[in-house]
């Protein structure tokens, strides 16, 4: 089993309509959550930080569940521009990230 | 420059070639990361390195894989006598210092063993 588990999808949406992923992770040690958000043949880019009390960016909201081990992202309203891979990463506090599979969304018109 | 960069951009290798992956941190980033992701597949941990000192390298695949930071900024991943499941894309990233900090990640260098 992976240490960072996620659905790969893919996840196709219309635009305007929420979606979801949740990503499991199996370290109980694991310190910091994050996603990412990585386009076509790019490097991943930071999408937000997930926090204990949950975070909102405008229309992206992250949570965190330490009792089952998992974080969520969801997306509202969704646009074109969100079609992307969305890859959860968990870092134990040994310095280096541990990253799911990534979870592919399109956003169709 | 502003970010990370990594060269070459592209490499094809054949099998049993040498290569070598070049970071470019950014400026005044401590510690430095590299990462191999595989097609359709996350970004996997190779090795890390704070300052010139590499303090893990549990990601390596094989004693092919070899990575350096001589002088704690610019970093090598080399890869020796590679195979064809070498194939993949190499990530570097930097942060300003470790734990639990954005990583910056640089384009990566696809490569391809062929």
Request: proline share 5%.
């Amino acid at each position: 089993r992976k240490e960072v588990e996620q659905d790969p999808g893919p996840f196709n949406v219309p635009e305007g309509a929420t979606v979801a992923f949740n990503c499991t992770y199996s370290n109980s040690a694991s310190q910091s959550f994050f996603w990412y958000r990585q386009d076509c043949r790019k490097e991943p880019k930071l999408l937000m930080s997930v926090y204990s009390s949950g975070n909102e960016d405008g229309r992206f909201t992250a949570q965190l569940n330490r009792a089952s081990q998992y974080i969520s992202l969801l997306i509202r309203d969704s646009k074109l521009s969100d079609s992307a891979t969305y890859l959860c990463a968990v870092n134990r506090g040994a310095q280096k990230l541990v990253f799911g599979q990534g979870t592919r969304l399109t956003i169709n018109p | 420059g502003a970010g990370v960069s990594q060269s070459p951009r592209y490499k094809v290798a054949k099998r049993g070639q040498d290569v070598a992956l070049r970071c470019d941190p950014i400026s005044g980033h401590v510690s430095l990361f590299w990462y191999q992701q595989a097609l359709g597949q996350g970004p996997e941990f190779l090795t890390y390195f704070q300052n010139e000192a590499q303090l893990d390298k549990s990601g390596l695949p094989s004693d092919r894989f070899f990575a350096e930071r001589p002088e704690g900024s610019v970093s090598t991943l080399k890869i020796q006598r590679t195979q064809q499941e070498d194939s993949a894309v190499y990530l570097c990233a930097s942060t300003p210092s470790g734990g639990n900090t954005e990583a910056f990640f640089g384009q990566g260098t696809r490569l391809t063993v062929v």
